[in-house]
């Protein structure tokens, strides 16, 4: 089967860092998004990974182990906006009887992130 | 803003009814993607089109039907709704539908079935 695990949920401190995790087990991969959602709203797009290691964009980065099936964002220098639903999703095959089939991306339930003075 | 826009922005019906969510994706791209989410489920994939042709299709009930049009605005179809329909859905698009895609969401439709 597919399945995408994240934690439920997190608390942490402005000003510090915090990780949080997604492990997958999916058939087939191409690619991994972190998205960042705020109660009500839609889902922001935050990064992607489809090779091993981390990728850096700003306040925010990602890593990826495709053997281990792990990924993890990590928000440094943590703001009260930073409160919200985090993402994280897989890009599995392409899918099949299809010329050319699309791909189904499978959401994880999300880690919401609880930033507190 | 993403680009996507979605319509309308809340709904509430009855039970048995029918509706028609609206989707326009971001200008260029050819892709369409509906998502629902309830809140005890995170986002589940419905179904996407790419330039008026399905392309995957994922946890759709029967009762639901999507299709895309030549000006790649894309409409979903919801009929003999249940309580369990009430849910956000949400509309996303991309440029090519192709492995490094990225998928910009709409703000959502709310729906609430009584």
């Known amino acids: 089967g597919q399945n995408i695990d994240q934690p439920t949920e997190m608390t942490a401190t402005e000003g510090a860092i915090v990780q949080i995790n997604c492990t997958y087990q999916t058939s087939g991969f191409n690619g991994l998004f972190w998205y960042q959602q705020h109660a009500g709203e839609a889902p922001t797009f935050l990064s992607y990974?489809?090779?091993?290691g981390l990728e850096e964009k700003g306040r925010f980065s990602s890593f990826l182990s495709r053997s281990k099936g792990y990924s993890y964002l990590l928000l440094k220098e943590l703001q009260m906006k930073d409160s919200a639903s985090y993402l994280c999703?897989?890009?599995?095959?392409?899918?099949?009887?299809?010329?050319?089939?699309?791909?189904?991306?499978?959401f994880g339930a999300g880690t919401r992130l609880f930033v507190k003075a | 803003d993403s680009g996507v826009t979605q319509t309308p922005k809340h709904l509430i019906t009855a039970t048995g009814q029918r509706v028609t969510l609206r989707c326009s994706p971001r200008?260029?791209?050819?892709?369409v993607y509906w998502y629902q989410q309830s809140l005890d489920q995170g986002l589940q994939f419905l179904i996407q089109?790419?330039?008026?042709?399905?392309?995957a299709k994922g946890n759709i009930l029967e009762r639901f039907s999507a299709q895309q049009f030549p000006d790649l605005h894309s409409e979903l179809n919801l009929s003999s709704l249940e309580l369990g329909d009430s849910a956000l859905y949400f509309c996303a698009s991309s440029g090519t539908g192709g492995t490094t895609d990225t998928q910009y969401f709409g703000p959502g439709t709310r729906l609430t079935v009584l």
């Open positions: 089109y790419y330039n008026g042709e399905e392309r």
């Open positions: 200008s260029g791209d050819l892709s």
């Open positions: 990974n489809v090779l091993d």
């Open positions: 999703a897989v890009r599995g095959s392409r899918e099949l009887g299809r010329d050319p089939g699309g791909f189904k991306t499978i």
